[in-house]
């Protein structure tokens, strides 16, 4: 009890710190899940002819390209590449501008990373 009574100040900021952090990580499992979420209604409604929601999802995903982290860049990519030719420009498909979307967006990290290493290696 004592020990209790002389640390309380130490043992409640670290028991702040440890609830902080699991929340700080629902946070960040509860955003994936949400643009998972939204990358399959979209994929949903425009394979079952919905165009305008479909359009406007299409809308939201290509905006927060910039703000995905790489490892759900990667698996949009490998999503829709399931779905798509990638061979074949399919123009008036969504989820073919999408999947060109997130090529380009891969490509262009990957030139900024190679620059990054170029620079690093000169020094």
Known sequence: ?????RHRYTLG????LAICSMLVQWQFQRNQS??????????????RGHVKPSERLYQLLIQSL???????LLDDFQRTAMLVDTNKPQADSLIWKYHVSLRNEINHRA????VQLLEKSSE
């Open 34 to 47: 949400a643009h998972v979420r939204m990358r399959e209604d979209f994929i949903l409604l425009y394979q």
């Open 66 to 72: 910039p703000d995905l982290s790489e490892k759900s």
């Open 1 to 5: 009890m004592r020990f209790l009574r």
């Open 13 to 16: 900021f670290l028991a702040v």
């Open 111 to 114: 030139d900024k990373r190679v």
